[in-house]
Each structure stands twice: as C-alpha cells, then as structure tokens.
C-alpha cells in the first residue's frame, strides 16, 4: 500500500480507527452476552466500496470479506489477486452466476433452495476438477425469518430438507445458518428465532456451526443470541454511495 498518497493515507487513518471501534463494540457484545472471548468473527462488507479500500484493510489485517454482487465481486477478487483472503457471497445468487461464484468465493452464505445449491454444487465439483479451487465451497443456507419470499430465505419448514441435500452434495460443504432480519420485527424476537432454527439444524447436523447473523445497527443483539460472523459494512466503510441491493 502507497502512504505518499495523502488520500490513501487519510482514508486508512479512517478505515483503522473505525475498525479499531468495531471489533472493540464486537467484544464488548460478547462479554456482555457472557460469551467466550473470541467466539465472534467480524466479516467486513465491500460491497459498493473500491477495491482499494479492501487492499487498506487487507493491509490492517483483515483475511475475510463479504461482497454481495457477483460481477462487483469477482472483479475485485481478480484486482486485487491475494492469496490470503477468503471471499464471502452474502448477497442473492440467481443460478446463472454458479459458476462464476465459484472460482472465488470461499462461502456462500446465501443459498435459500435446492435448485441454487444443486446448480453450485456441479459449479464447485467443476472447479475443484479444473483446479480453479481446492476446497468444496462452504455453504450458509440463509433462513427466512418472515412470510415475504422477496427478502430470500427459505422458509423454515424447509430448512433441514435443504440441509440435508446440501450436507450429501460432494461439492458443498454445510457450514451453518445466515439471515437478514425482517425490519417490522424487534430485533431480538428475530434473532431468538433464528438461534432455535440454528439448534435444531445443529442437532442434525452437528458441523453447521457457523450462525451469521447480525450488522451495523443490530450485531449487540445477535451476538446476545449466539451470532459466531457479524457482516458489517456501514459501521466500518461508511455510508455506502449508492442504495444496497
Ligand atoms: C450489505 C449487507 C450487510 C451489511 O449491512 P450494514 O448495515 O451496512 O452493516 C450485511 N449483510 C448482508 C447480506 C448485506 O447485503
């Protein structure tokens, strides 16, 4: 990273101190939730922020972030070309960007049917084939956590039956629950919710530890409820330039 560029060097004044206060807020949550020190991940959100920005990151030690458009994504992914950092799809997937997705992402913690993870589980099994990958791609399956089909999410009752395909499916590997909360809903009924979903995946399948829950405005409470990875993209970018899909 250049310091001689007075904008580069102000924006990583910026980006270290806001960083600096949110992993301070994350374990100040999870000692007030009585939780193990530790037991949080932050997963900075990208999304609609340049690349160079994730390189000042990157430079502050960051290994880990979430993009939510794959076209955005793989972009900077291939920009920025680390050899240390795993990518993390958090936003809808439609089927057709399978294949792109998954030559660089290391999780997608969006899939919500059986035909997404069908068609992603032939995209890894391909790009393990052609070495374009060396690990299954880790899998969220992300939960509905109201009766509105246009937030994604599947819906509950269905939840172990897509559990159950994605754990069998060679090119997948199931990693654990993700979910966006409903805005009309207090925050704490939702995410109270989500971790019953989550134990009851959990007693099926024991490895899908991983509960994503939790950003900017409302991670306090989702670590309250068993959060393991908050994505947080404004608290730590700043507002973003243009309205979030
Ligand atoms: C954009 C986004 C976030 C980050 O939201 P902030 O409120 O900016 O922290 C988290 N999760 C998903 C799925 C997102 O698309």
Same mark, same amino acid.
């Given at each position: ?5 007075? *904008?580069?060097?102000?924006r990583?004044a910026?980006l ?9 807020r ?6 007030t ?17 340049p ?33 240390d950092?795993?990518w ?11 294949? *792109? ?23 890894a099994?391909?790009?393990?084939? *052609? ?17 509105d ?6 819906a ?17 590997h199931?990693?654990g ?7 009309d ?61």
């Amino acid at each position: 990273m250049s310091t001689e560029n007075p *904008a580069t060097a102000a924006r990583t004044a910026e980006l270290s101190a806001r960083l600096d206060g949110l992993l301070a807020r994350i374990d100040a949550a999870v000692e007030t939730a009585g939780r193990p020190a530790g037991s949080v991940r932050l997963l900075p959100v990208t999304k609609f922020f340049p690349a160079a920005d994730v390189a000042i990151l990157h430079a502050l030690g960051r290994r880990e972030f979430g993009e939510s458009r794959e076209q955005e994504a793989s972009a900077k992914v291939e920009e920025l070309a680390f050899d240390d950092v795993e990518w993390h799809m958090i936003g809808r997937l439609q089927r057709n960007k399978a294949r *792109a997705v998954a030559r660089w992402a290391h999780t997608v913690a969006s899939v919500d049917s059986e035909r997404l993870a069908n068609a992603l589980d032939r995209a890894a099994q391909d790009a393990l084939a *052609a070495g374009e990958r060396i690990a299954p791609l880790r899998v969220l399956l992300q939960v509905s956590l109201d009766a509105d089909p246009g937030r994604g999410g599947v819906a509950p009752p269905d939840l172990l039956t897509l559990a159950d395909l994605v754990a069998k499916a060679p090119g997948l590997h199931l990693a654990g629950l993700m979910a966006i909360p409903p805005l009309d809903v207090a925050s704490h009924v939702s995410f109270a919710n989500l971790a019953t979903l989550h134990t009851s995946l959990l007693a099926q399948h024991a490895g899908a530890t991983e509960l994503s829950a939790g950003m900017s405005g409302d991670l306090e409470i989702a670590v309250e409820h068993g959060s393991t990875c908050v994505r947080v993209g404004t608290a730590l970018m700043g507002a973003r330039p243009i309205t979030s899909a």
